[in-house]
């Protein structure tokens, strides 16, 4: 196992700035429930994506480029990982009639919730690979299958409101299919029931999980270092809330962002089956991981573009013969 540069100052300093950010921007930013325009998320966005790549230069000036490197391409995964999830929240959210007013609220509390849940799978994951080194061929396996199932099923849309999960949802915790303002639960008939807004808290915890199983063994192809690890993962996480409301009403024009997905997971996976005999340097691993993510967004658009250039030339040409008709 890699030793860990996390010193107990250094994971409680990282702890405690969390939860300082997390205080400001509930306790101070988002006091008030309030539509998150285009303009607020980007800011955010800038301020999150900031404060990580200060902390990489911090890693990188302290311990060197290796890990510098490491946290850096940890975090590029993560981040883009993120974006799939984005997919799923707007699904979650447009199902349930969560209005932008308050899906901020939604998100914080689920993803303050998935800082507690990942930081466990992190430290349970780095257990398992230090006490059971085979396991590491196990997780390389899952992200390469995982990879190929992304790939066939790229253009396909997630359901996470529907079919068995949302039955076993609603079966599990009585609900009412009407907003009670901010609350989660409210009275009816003399009963605590959920509002839609925990309905869609769940369903986002779930689906965080569900990708968890992905993005934390892809990590760990990347560096065993747990703090690593853990602190690219939740800058990662901490930035979601801004990026969703940053691309959420444009993340059908990501053609080919799980095709780029895919192809990470697989490279990640394939990284991992074969650590122990090849080793990839961090600049080369951070440089394919780019190039992995990149490449099919520009296809994806440029093919866009070609068809919309192919399909006004057509609509003209049947608009065409029908101008005499109607002149006479």
Same mark, same amino acid.
């Given at each position: ?45 800038? &301020? ?66 998935? /800082? ?27 992200? &390469? =299958? ?62 965080? &999980? ?25 800058? =990662? ?13 444009? &993340? ?46 520009? /296809? ?29």
């Amino acid at each position: 196992m890699v030793e860990s540069i996390g010193s107990p100052a250094l994971w409680i300093g990282f702890l405690a700035f969390v939860a300082l950010m997390l205080a400001l921007d509930l306790g101070v930013f988002h006091r008030k429930a309030h539509v998150i325009r285009v303009r607020e998320a980007l800011g955010w966005s800038v &301020v999150w994506v900031a404060l990580a790549l200060t902390f990489n230069a911090l890693v990188w000036w302290q311990f060197g480029a290796d890990r510098g490197l490491e946290f850096l391409t940890g975090y590029l995964i993560e981040k883009s990982l993120a974006v799939d999830n984005i997919f799923v929240f707007v699904i979650i959210f447009s199902a349930l009639g969560v209005p932008p007013l308050y899906q901020h609220r939604v998100l914080f509390w689920g993803i303050l919730s998935a /800082l507690v849940l990942r930081a466990g799978m992190i430290f349970a994951g780095t257990a398992l690979l230090a006490r059971f080194h085979w396991t590491i061929y196990l997780f390389g396996a899952l992200l &390469v =299958a995982t990879g190929v199932k992304l790939f066939l099923g790229r253009n396909e849309a997630p359901d996470p409101t529907g079919g068995r999960l949302m039955r076993l949802v609603r079966r599990v915790i009585p609900s009412t299919h009407e907003l009670r303002g901010a609350h989660f639960l409210t009275i009816e008939n003399g009963r605590r029931v959920a509002t839609p807004l925990l309905l869609a808290l769940v369903l986002v915890e779930i689906s965080d &999980v569900i990708f968890a199983v992905d993005s934390i063994p892809a990590i760990f192809a990347v560096t065993l270092d747990p703090f690593i690890v853990f602190t690219s993962n939740i800058f =990662a996480i901490l930035g979601l809330r801004s990026m969703f409301f940053l691309l959420a009403g444009m &993340v059908e024009r990501f053609s080919g962002l799980k095709t780029g997905l895919s192809a990470v997971l697989v490279y990640v996976g394939v990284k991992m089956l074969a650590m122990d005999w090849v080793k990839v340097p961090p600049a080369l691993s951070l440089a394919i991981v780019a190039a992995l993510l990149v490449a099919p967004v520009l /296809l994806g658009a440029w093919r866009d573009r070609a068809r919309g250039h192919r399909a006004a030339p057509a609509s003209g040409r049947v608009l065409g013969p029908s101008r005499p008709e109607e002149s006479r």
